[in-house]
């Protein structure tokens, strides 16, 4: 079973942090849009997402802000994974409910940090 499920536009970026993920044991799903992941919301309530913020369309603040509301998912804990290093950004997604921020490229340590702030690990 599953225990995150990673949003992600980038194919790249998303295959990297699945192969750190593995790393530490840790099953997940990805979804490279977020239309992909409200299907799989559907099938599936994670321990944890991981959420880009700049994706064409929806972007992370809106998927953010729909997973904070929503009764089933506004209790899973949610980590940003953005190369966007601006102070607002970063305030937008504290304001907006997010758990954990990590800048991209992803790092083995700051992942390890984030997913033990959320009590993944």
Do not use: H, W
Not at 83 to 102: F, I, K
Request: hydrophobic share 45%; net charge negative; glycine share 4%.
């Amino acid at each position: 079973m599953e225990n995150c499920l990673v949003i992600d536009d980038n194919r790249q970026t998303t295959e990297a942090l699945m192969k750190i993920l593995d790393l530490f044991d840790i099953p997940a799903r990805s979804a490279l849009s977020p239309s992909a992941a409200m299907a799989i919301l559907k099938e599936m309530t994670p321990r944890v997402v991981f959420l880009d913020i700049n994706m064409p369309g929806v972007d992370g603040f809106e998927v953010l802000a729909y997973l904070k509301r929503e009764p089933r998912t506004m209790g899973i804990p949610v980590i940003i994974v953005t190369s966007d290093d601006q102070p607002e950004t970063a305030r937008r997604a504290r304001d907006g409910g997010a758990d954990a921020l990590v800048l991209k490229p992803v790092m083995v340590d700051a992942l390890e940090e984030a997913l033990q702030k959320v009590g993944i690990l």
